[in-house]
């Protein structure tokens, strides 16, 4: 069972940036690609980005492309998101989560495992 905690969410004007970690104990943390997604209010949960086991490849959501830049640390377990240029429409709740063995980088939200409680990105105007 793999346990994730997200922080660094938060309150900030529109342009601005904020760093996500993510924070995975109890499995081989080294082992699986991660993701983040986000949820925004009366939305569907969609997928922002998604990193491969040993951190050499990544995959985006066009929305955020050129903005968000995903990376891990597997030395200490943790997963980041970095974010750019944040819009009003990035105010969301952030998820990150481990993915299923063997699938490989995906998009696709049944596709992983473990989820984390999310942390909230307001971006103000």
């Known amino acids: 069972q793999a346990q994730l905690v997200e922080s660094g969410g938060g309150l900030v004007r529109a342009g601005g940036s904020l760093r996500l970690s993510c924070a995975a104990s109890?499995?081989?943390?080294?082992?699986?690609?991660m993701g983040w997604f986000r949820r925004a209010p009366g939305k569907e949960r969609e997928f922002v980005a998604a990193?491969?086991?040993?951190?050499?490849?990544?995959y985006y959501a066009g929305s955020v492309k050129g903005r968000f830049t995903i990376s891990r640390n597997n030395a200490n377990n943790t997963v980041y998101l970095q974010m750019n240029s944040l819009k009003p429409e990035d105010t969301a709740v952030y998820y990150c989560?481990?993915?299923?063995?063997?699938?490989?980088?995906?998009?696709?939200?049944?596709?992983?495992?473990?989820w984390g409680q999310g942390t909230q990105v307001t971006v103000s105007t």
């Open positions: 109890g499995r081989t943390f080294n082992l699986y690609d």
């Open positions: 989560a481990a993915g299923r063995p063997g699938v490989g980088i995906t998009k696709i939200d049944r596709e992983f495992d473990y």
């Open positions: 990193i491969s086991w040993g951190g050499s490849s990544t």
